[in-house]
C-alpha cells in the first residue's frame, strides 16, 4: 500500500509541475482574467495533496486493502485529468474536452467494481502472495496513468506559447534565445535548462512565438545571426505593427518594444524583401569593403550573397568566397534529378539554419 501509494502521488506532482504546468497557467489566466498568477512549485503541490486527501477518503468509503487498493485512486486520476484536460477555444477562452461527460458513468462504475473487488477481498483474506498483489496494483496504476496522459492536454503550441509568454514577462530574453522554453519548469528549477539549446532545431511555431523570440534576440544582440536558425513564421506587419498576433497571458501591447536598426532589418529580410534590405544596410556598411563586410552577422552575409545571384542590377558587388560556395553548393543539391523528399530533408538537414533556406522555402 505504501509503495502504490509513492508512486502514484509521485506521478501526479511530476506530470502537473513537470508537463501540465502550462495548462493549467492558461487555464488560472483565463478564469481570473489575468488578476491572479499561477505558481507552478506551490500549486502542483496543491493539486497534489487535494487528490491524496481524495484518495483517502476513498480507501475509507471502499476498505480496499490488498489487490483493489490502485483502485482507491481512481478518482484522483479523474480530478487530475478534470483539471488538465481543457482545450483553447477562440483567442482567450477554453473548453473542456468531450469525455469530460462521461465522468459521473465513470464514477458509478468504479464503486460497482470496487465493491466487486472488496468482496474478493474478503474471501481470499490472505491468500493472495504478496507479489501478486503489488503486480496487479501496478498494472493497474501504470494503466491510470497512461489514461490520464491521453485525457490531458498536449498541445504543443500551447505549451511552448505559455513558456515563452512567462518568459518574456519576467524580461529572460536569454532564456527565450536558447529556447529554454522548450523545456519544463522542473528543468529551469534544477538548473538544467542552462547552456545554448539554440542548437536544437524546434519544427513548431506560430506567428506570436516568432514574434516573442525575434524581440529576445533583438534584446539579446543576437538577432541577425541566429533569427533563421529556427522556424520562422512572421512579416513585417506582424512583427512592427503586430498584425495576428494574439498572446494568451498578457495584452499584445506589451509587446511594443523600441526597434533598433537590425530590427528593421531582419523585418525586411523576413518579408524577403532584399532590395529594401540592401538598400537599408548600406546606408550604415561600405558592403564592397571587404574588411567591414567580414564583420557583419551571419544572415546579413548570407542575404547579401543571395542578393547578387537573385537580382540582375546590383547596388553593390559584395564578395564572400566561404558563403559564395556553400550557396553554390545548395543550388547543385536543388537541381539534382532525384526524389524530391530526399532532397528536402538534406536541405533542411544542412541548410535548415541559413537564410537561404528561409528564403527558398517562402517561394
Not at 503486480?135 to 503550441?157: H, K, P, Q, W
Not at 530574453?173 to 538544467?192: D, P, Q, T, W
Not at 544572415?299 to 564572400?320: C, F, G, M, P, W
Request: net charge positive; hydrophobic share 40%.
Amino acid at each position: 500500500m505504501i509503495y502504490c501509494t509513492i508512486i502514484n502521488i509521485l506521478f501526479i506532482f511530476v506530470y502537473v509541475y513537470c508537463y501540465q504546468t502550462p495548462t493549467l497557467t492558461f487555464a488560472q489566466n483565463v478564469l481570473s482574467e489575468g488578476v491572479t498568477v499561477y505558481y507552478p512549485f506551490t500549486n502542483a503541490l496543491l493539486v497534489t495533496l487535494t487528490a491524496w486527501i481524495l484518495q483517502a477518503v476513498v480507501r475509507s468509503v471502499t476498505k480496499l486493502r490488498g489487490i483493489g487498493y490502485a483502485l482507491t485512486f481512481v478518482p484522483s486520476m479523474l480530478f487530475v485529468a478534470f483539471l488538465t484536460s481543457i482545450e483553447v477555444e477562440g483567442d482567450h477562452d477554453f473548453r473542456v474536452t468531450t469525455w469530460v461527460w462521461l465522468i459521473p458513468l465513470i464514477l458509478l462504475l468504479f464503486f460497482f467494481l470496487a465493491h466487486y473487488v472488496r468482496q474478493i477481498e474478503i474471501v481470499s483474506g490472505k491468500t493472495v502472495k504478496s507479489h501478486v498483489s503489488e503486480s496487479i496494483n501496478m498494472f493497474v496504476s501504470l494503466v491510470m496513468m497512461l489514461l490520464v496522459s491521453i485525457a490531458g492536454n498536449g498541445d504543443e503550441m500551447l505549451h511552448k506559447r505559455i513558456k515563452a509568454e512567462k518568459l518574456i514577462l519576467n524580461s529572460e530574453y536569454k532564456a527565450i534565445a536558447e529556447n529554454e522554453h522548450e523545456g519544463g519548469e522542473v528543468l529551469r528549477f534544477f538548473g538544467l535548462a542552462s547552456g545554448d539549446k539554440s542548437k536544437k532545431r524546434c519544427e513548431k511555431t506560430d506567428s506570436t512565438l516568432s514574434l516573442i523570440r525575434f524581440i529576445a534576440l533583438d534584446k539579446e544582440g543576437l538577432l541577425p545571426e541566429k533569427l533563421f536558425t529556427q522556424p520562422f513564421l512572421g512579416n513585417s506587419m506582424s512583427l512592427r505593427q503586430m498584425e495576428n498576433i494574439k498572446p494568451y497571458l498578457f495584452d499584445k501591447k506589451f509587446l511594443s518594444r523600441r526597434k533598433s536598426q537590425d530590427y528593421y532589418l531582419c523585418c525586411s529580410l523576413a518579408d524577403r524583401d532584399l532590395d529594401a534590405f540592401v538598400k537599408e544596410l548600406t546606408k550604415t556598411v561600405n558592403v564592397d569593403d571587404s574588411l567591414a563586410c567580414d564583420s557583419l552577422p551571419r544572415h546579413y552575409r548570407e542575404a547579401l550573397v543571395l542578393y547578387q545571384h537573385v537580382r540582375s542590377k546590383h547596388i553593390t558587388n559584395y564578395k564572400d568566397a566561404t558563403l559564395e560556395v556553400d550557396y553554390r553548393d545548395m543550388r547543385k543539391l536543388l537541381a539534382e534529378k532525384r526524389d524530391r523528399r530526399e532532397i528536402a530533408f538534406e536541405m533542411k538537414k544542412v541548410y535548415g539554419n541559413t537564410y537561404w533556406y528561409y528564403f527558398q522555402e517562402k517561394e
